[in-house]
């Protein structure tokens, strides 16, 4: 089975930072890839789907690339709302999620 | 606009069947282009794909879940279910329903999510 290993488990950045956050399948998937922000008692949003669109209503500042194996979503200008976990999700034979990566405030 | 909303028991026994509804607004159940999907997420971890259910009616289950999961959907009330039998301790999360879009197999809307602990 497909396995999604994000990386880093953990960061620490300050508001204005560029943060890269990187996501890595154990074979080859579809660009079938989506990247969700969660918050504290709140349930995950959708930033980006197939690997590189952002959806509707998702500020500019976040963006996504990579094919293949290797896929990173990008901030680039770090936010206060933005400190939260983000997870990684692929669709190969059936959903996965990454383990996710807390963003936290330096 | 879809919005989910999840209800149910928020306590179950152990040995015992957890039962979850998701109430959907805002679109039709019926209309094609979304598969009606439940997540969870245990206490501080991360998040667990656990089946969905096609307007058709077919369904897929995460294969280490499948043996226990049962997701049904019912047109009428627009809304769908889950069932998952033989709970224990590690079936406490809060579960959530989402839709995924089929096009690009992403979950775009979720419901608040509701906490079911297992527990006698």
């Known amino acids: 089975a497909i396995q999604l290993t994000q990386s880093p488990s953990s960061l620490s950045a300050s508001v204005g930072d560029r943060v890269t956050i990187t996501c890595r399948a154990s074979?080859?998937?579809?660009?079938?890839l989506a990247w969700y922000q969660q918050k504290p008692g709140k349930a995950p949003k959708l930033l980006i789907y197939d690997a590189s669109s952002l959806e509707s209503g998702v500020p500019s500042r976040f963006s996504g690339s990579g094919s293949g194996t290797d896929f990173t979503l990008t901030i680039s200008s770090l936010q206060p709302e933005d400190f939260a976990t983000y997870y990684c999700?692929?669709?190969?034979?059936?959903?996965?999620f990454g383990q996710g990566t807390r963003l936290e405030i330096k | 606009q879809l919005q989910l909303q999840e209800s149910g028991s928020g306590l179950v026994k152990p040995s015992q069947t957890l039962s979850l509804t998701c109430a959907v607004s805002g679109g039709s159940i019926s209309s094609g282009g979304y598969s009606w999907s439940w997540i969870r997420q245990p206490p501080g971890k991360g998040l667990e794909w656990i089946g969905y259910?096609?307007?058709?009616?077919?369904?897929y289950y995460n294969p280490s879940l499948k043996s226990r999961v049962t997701i049904s959907v019912d047109r009428s009330k627009n809304q769908f279910s889950l069932k998952l039998s033989s709970v224990t301790a590690a079936d406490t999360a809060v579960y959530y329903c989402?839709?995924?879009?089929?096009?690009?197999?992403?979950?775009?809307?979720w419901g608040q999510g509701t906490l079911v602990t297992v527990s006698s």
């Open positions: 989402a839709s995924l879009q089929q096009l690009v197999h992403s979950f775009d809307y």
């Open positions: 999700q692929q669709f190969n034979s059936y959903p996965l």
């Open positions: 259910i096609y307007h058709s009616g077919s369904t």
């Open positions: 074979q080859g998937i579809s660009s079938a």
